[in-house]
């Protein structure tokens, strides 16, 4: 139902407009300035019940105008006369008044107090309740835990295979992780292959590049299988080149470089074999190096290492070399190879931990640093190779720890047979200088880069390669050896 008002000045009601709510709008009978309320609801129409006719009210504030308006109709009419002039007279007054007053419907409602002016009491408007927004608690889901694989038994030991125990060279025993030893430097153990690259146990990175690669039964479980032609466009089964550093010894230093290897299908039509290490420096470097380990199709199979360091590649007599060689007594197993340099500068060549028969230790003090490294290099043709344990040591391993590699008794290195001779007593032997009529003489117990001192003349002399000092009759001696057609 709509609001009714009543002016405080002359009592006419009236129903606010929501428009003029809280402005001051003029009252439409006596023109007094009334203050509207705040809010003012719109009206809502309603339909209006039918109720009987009731008697008016003389005192009813609704009546009292209308009976006004109707006494002024009849004394008009009166004094008009009854005539039609005088009743369409009358009926006009009587309309025109009774616009004057609202039209009522029903009983007038109970009148509200006026709002008071605006300057003394404002209206006060609560701002609307809103409520915050409910922050919603994120739903965690558990996280899921997948189902374990099943536990892979452990691979049965072969019990071939005995304990390590020192003995004679040659005895069977258990062969040892490499990683278990010190001074690992580089070490692949060639037990898992993915998209051609291999994992290095030491830095724990994945190195290398390699083409159809596959996975065989090795001495300490998986192996790597390589397969090379000497017509394929790789120059390696396996190019190492990315770990350079890692296999890089500088000169005079001490290292051992072992691995097991298997031949599994040769073509022997060139009789060159394959190199199951493959390591040199660019080609159009000044200082030239490189170091091969070969597999000859020999009978028997001989194994070849070769280690060269060309300071000059112009010139040859710059070269230092070592190239010692053992046998192999079956090539299609598993055997072990393993190249040695000692504190002394001295390099060995073992083959299932034993040196090749009559051999000696030879010198090279080079420094092991290449451009370009790989396994397996076919030199024949089509060629398969197994390999296993491949590592490298920045010291010389003792013979007790080449025999845990080996599952072999080392021997003790050869001894070099020249130091073996029975030296005469100090003052047996007469100095050439004390003979008359000396002309030229070498005492051999100088070296000046590759020539010797005369001592007649006092000059430098000759021009000699691998040239050292050894012990003599006299004191030092010259060792020197045959280098080729020129001599040494």
Known sequence: MAVRLACPACGAAFTPKPADAGRIVPCARCGSDLQMPAAVPAAAPKPVAKRPARKPDPDDEDVRPRAAAGASFLWLWVLLGSGTVGTFVGAAVFYFALREQPAQNGPIAEKPPLAAPPGDNPPKVEPPKVDPPKAETPKVEPPKVEPKPPAVPPKPKDPAVVPFVAGVPGAPGAVVAPNTIPGLKFYLACDAVADGKLTEGVSGKKVGTGTGLALTDGPRGNALRLTHD???????????????????????????????????????AGGFGAF????????????????????????????????????????????????PTNTVADPTAWTHFALVRDDAGKVRWLVNGAD???????????????????????????????????????????????????????????????????????????APADFKGLRFHLPCDKIDGESLVEAVSGKSVGKGRKLELVDGPRGKAVRVRAGGPGGA
Not at 236 to 252: F, G, K, M, Y
Not at 288 to 310: E, K, V
Request: net charge neutral; proline share 8%; aromatic share 6%.
């Open 356 to 430: 090749a028969p009559g051999a000696r230790a030879v010198s090279f003090t080079g420094e092991l640093r290449y451009d370009v490294v790989g396994l397996l290099r076919s030199a024949d043709g089509r060629t398969v190779v197994d390999l296993d344990e491949f590592c490298l040591f920045d010291r010389a391993l003792t013979a007790d720890e080449l025999g845990g590699l080996t599952g072999q008794k080392v021997a003790p290195p050869p001894k070099d047979p020249l130091a073996e001779v029975k030296l005469p007593p100090p003052g047996a032997v007469a």
């Open 230 to 268: 000497r017509k394929d466009a790789n120059r390696h089964a396996v190019d190492l080149t990315d770990a350079r550093e890692q296999l890089a010894i500088p000169a005079n230093r001490p290292f051992t470089l072992a691995f097991w290897a298997r031949r599994v299908r040769a073509d022997a």
């Open 276 to 323: 199951l290490f493959d390591a040199n420096t660019d080609f159009n470097a000044r200082h030239a190096r490189a170091l091969y380990l070969q597999l000859l199709p020999n009978h028997p199979a001989l194994a070849a290492a070769s280690l060269t360091d060309m300071s000059n590649r112009a010139d040859p007599g710059t070269v230092r070399s070592a190239r």
